[in-house]
């Protein structure tokens, strides 16, 4: 009975939205062809086929050299060099090593120009949008900073990060939450603590920062008890098995505020680990076990490491992408 | 004349425990009767949820969220759906998110119901079970008639719900909340002033409202400290924003508190229905434009609402495939169910029941 029924609601959506359907399809075409008019989140999809690691890794790390170039004012090659191997996977410019930084920029600029014509309606719209968020002071800082030389190759690389966004994008609500985030951290623990930060638009922009895993516990207790923060709430925690590396996720909330923050912390896989939280926030305790038991990643400093939900013999950690089951037919 | 002789004594209960609500099982060391050291034991249920998953389309996955939380599995229908809508950035048509409401709601006063009845009858009331479980029954006949099911649903979808309300439904729903306000100070005249169960609930299992928080604590676990903070309000998601609600809170955050708030929030989950019936569009769709072949865009999201139990989340990694890559449930059961080791230590054995019973939990849901 179950199985009649997980069918029949999808012979129900083929009528209902055959129409957007097809719409939809061309629009997937479109991602290959040209990256110009569609958001970075879907671009990203089809290019990259199978792999799921760089799906994650370019979304992350692009808009990361966007928060370095504009918001927190550092300039970090190194990111903004990522940035652009990212973007090198745009058809649209396919000899992009062999120009000049200068040459870069007018290009891109260029290219954001003709953009805006292709898409005079949107952007008329967005526009409004901008003019709303204009006293922020992220807004502020982009447009001088993309548009001076001085800026030389964090600027305008920066900004070529974003050319998968649609053009006049205001900066998100919350980049100053996060560009503070990352100035507290860099200041207070460490300066490599933070890997990269960037906005998750689709979930509500969340702040999201990767912390390196040797300054985690430090962060985290400065997450937990800094005043401006003040994240005391952790609500969620989510290891992940990206094949080439694990991450563990922490959602954090702070209860007076209402503040949202993702905190990400990568391990390598062949002997993960990451500082345990438990100290900092009780609730970690057997969410680090299940990521443990289920994933099989170390969270040294934690008071009972034990699997939780799988039998204390079990062999292996079934989350694991290559995990294989002992007797298939289960 | 001889000395008596004492020893520690370990006692296991469950996993099989009309008690324990399921299968869970607790390892308890007694000095006489009071608890000096309780190790939970679980993962009787554990179904691989989440490794099912990833090779399963969305669709497919909304049946395994109803047995999740099984006493709740309306709510773990939204989570999923909701998460996936976001990312995609669908949009549902009115009429198929007021009936999501309205069935959430619904789940919520009927979740609160079974809670209410197991809850007595681990303190040693028998009749108030028959009571709350005959208007449970309204419920999910009701819900028998929308979907077909009287407990794992599947009634909602990526983009709208499964089915249109019957005919004569939302009268039908309309007529129940209206007898249900009075069915609810039927049981407070029932209960609530008892002076054994009194004595036996207050000041029992208090905490305050930074261990709480600390523990990460949601849902009335959380209210009954005081902390107002309910994802309905202060995160608003569905169509909550367009009601009016209040969110009760505790104050010392022991047992009674608990009981006292989620009887509360019965009242107001009938109050929100109240509103909704009356605001429900009479036409429109069910269902939304939504692609042949769900496939959220390359990126990660993590969605949570306020299910009767706590905050309920969803974390999904997704990389433009239709199976997710990753997903993760945030299950309140799981995470409130941690404090209950610091809470029984220097109790008595018969408080376990009172404790483990207040903080609401539903096996299949601490499992996954």
């Known amino acids: ?11 129900r959506e083929d009528d209902v939205s055959a129409a957007s359907a097809g719409e939809q399809r061309t629009g997937a075409l479109e991602d290959g062809v040209s990256a110009v008019n569609i958001g970075e989140r879907r671009s990203g999809a089809p290019e990259d086929g199978g792999s799921a690691v760089s799906a994650g890794e370019k979304r992350t790390e692009a808009p990361e050299a966007g928060a370095a170039a504009t918001g927190a004012g550092t300039s970090r090659p190194e990111a903004a060099e990522t940035a652009a191997d990212g973007a090198r996977t745009e058809p649209a410019a396919p000899a992009r090593r062999k120009e000049t930084e ?33 006293g922020s002071p992220g807004a502020a800082q982009a447009g001088p900073q993309a548009a001076s030389p001085g800026a030389a190759s964090a600027g305008p690389a920066g900004a070529a990060a974003e050319t998968n966004e649609p053009p006049p994008k205001p900066p998100s609500p919350n980049q100053p ?153 289960v | ?40 034991v679980m993962g009787y249920l554990h179904r691989g949820t989440e490794k099912l998953a990833e090779s399963l389309n969305y669709t497919q996955i909304i049946p395994y969220t109803d047995r999740m939380d099984y006493v709740s599995a309306m709510t773990n229908n939204y989570v999923l759906v909701h998460a996936v809508e976001k990312m995609m950035g669908l ?34 009331a028998l009749s108030p079970f028959l009571y709350a479980f005959n208007d449970r029954e309204r419920i999910l006949q009701l819900f028998n008639e929308l979907c077909g099911a009287r407990l794992t649903y599947n009634y909602m979808r990526v983009g709208g719900v499964k089915w249109d309300a019957p005919e004569g439904w939302i009268d039908k729903v309309k007529a129940f909340v209206k007898s249900m306000y009075g069915k609810l100070d039927d049981y407070h005249a029932l209960v609530s002033g008892n002076e054994i169960f009194l004595s036996r609930i207050k000041g029992v299992g208090a905490y305050d409202a930074e261990t709480a928080i600390a523990y990460g604590l ?113 299950r309140p059961s799981f995470v409130n169910l941690q404090i209950l080791p610091k809470l029984l230590v220097g109790e008595s054995m018969t408080n376990l029941v009172t404790i483990l019973g207040g903080i609401d939990i539903v096996l299949g849901e601490v499992d996954c």
């Not at chain 1, 009975?1 to 012979?11: A, H, L, N, V, Y």
């Not at chain 1, 898409?119 to 526009?127: D, E, G, P, T, V």
């Not at chain 1, 993960?272 to 926030?281: A, E, K, M, Y």
Request: aromatic share 8%; proline share 6%.
């Open chain 2, 91 to 124: 949009t549902v048509p009115e009429r198929a998110e007021f009936l999501r409401l309205i069935v959430m709601e619904l789940q919520r006063i009927a979740s609160h119901l079974v809670w209410w009845g197991t809850y007595l009858l681990d303190i040693g």
């Open chain 1, 177 to 329: 939450r996060l560009d503070r985030a990352v100035q507290l951290l860099r200041e207070l623990v460490a300066d490599d603590a933070v890997e990269s930060a960037s906005i998750n638009e689709a979930n509500d922009h969340l702040p999201t920062l990767v912390v390196r895993k040797e300054r985690w516990l430090q962060a985290a207790k400065l997450f937990r008890s800094h005043e401006e923060l003040n994240a005391n709430y952790l609500r969620n925690v989510t290891g992940v098995d990206y094949e080439t590396h694990m991450e563990v996720v922490y959602h954090l909330l702070s209860l007076d505020s209402g503040h949202n923050y993702a905190i990400k912390v990568r391990t390598d896989r062949d002997r993960p680990s990451v500082p345990s939280v438990t100290p900092v926030w009780e609730t970690a305790n057997w969410n680090e076990r299940e990521i443990y038991d289920l994933l099989g990643i170390d969270f040294p400093g934690h008071p009972d490491l034990r699997r939780i939900m799988m039998p204390d013999d079990w062999e292996g950690h079934p989350l694991r992408k290559d995990y294989v089951p002992l007797d298939p037919e």
């Open chain 1, 102 to 134: 200068e040459e870069k920029a007018a290009r891109r600029k260029a290219a954001l120009e003709a953009r805006e014509a292709a898409k005079a309606a949107k952007a008329a719209a967005a526009a409004q949008d901008a003019a709303a968020q204009a």
């Open chain 1, 1 to 11: 009975m179950s199985e009649g029924e997980r069918k029949r609601p999808d012979e």
């Open chain 2, 218 to 330: 949601s849902g009335a676990n959380l209210r009954s400290t005081g902390v107002k903070w309910d994802l309905r309000k202060n995160e608003p998601y569905s169509l909550y924003d367009r009601f009016e609600f209040d969110v009760p809170v505790g104050r010392n955050g022991d047992c009674y508190d608990r009981y006292v708030v989620r009887m509360e929030e019965i009242r107001q989950s009938l109050r929100i229905l109240e509103q909704a019936l009356e605001q429900f569009p009479p036409e429109g769709e069910t269902m939304g434009k939504v692609p042949r072949v769900i496939r959220p865009p390359a990126g990660e999201i993590y969605v949570r609402i306020e299910s009767p139990r706590g905050e309920i989340g969803c974390y999904i990694v997704s990389t433009g495939k239709a199976e997710p890559y990753r997903l993760k449930f945030r």
């Open chain 2, 1 to 40: 004349m001889c000395v008596i002789r004492t020893e520690e004594l370990l006692l296991n209960v469950g996993p099989q425990h009309p008690s324990t609500h399921g299968v869970f099982r607790i390892i308890v060391k007694l000095d006489g009767e009071i608890i000096t050291e309780a190790t939970p």
